[in-house]
């Protein structure tokens, strides 16, 4: 992922552990090949999820915001584990 067109970091930690930085990025909406019909947006939570993800959807801000929110899912899961 090139700059991040979103970025922060939090500190967490699991049951009886001690804390740690999380960082999540989410990268810019690109264009699937040559359609509009496609984009794909690359996000990340490292070090929880270890890799980069990505989401498709039908316009740049359907891509954006899924990435969003399943960053967002993410962190409400691991706050609730």
Do not use: N
């Not at 939090?10 to 040559?34: C, H, K, N, Q, Y």
């Not at 359609?35 to 070090?47: F, G, I, K, M, S």
């Not at 993800?53 to 969003?68: E, N, P």
């Amino acid at each position: 992922m090139e700059a991040p067109v979103a970025a922060f970091k939090i500190f967490g930690s699991r049951p009886g552990g001690d804390l740690f930085e999380i960082t999540v990025e989410v990268g810019m909406p690109v264009r699937v090949a040559d359609t509009a019909e496609e984009w794909v947006c690359l996000y990340d939570v490292r070090p929880l999820e270890g890799g980069r993800f990505r989401v498709h959807g039908g316009s740049s801000f359907q891509a954006l915001t899924l990435a969003l929110r399943s960053t967002l899912r993410f962190l409400e899961d691991f706050r609730e584990s």
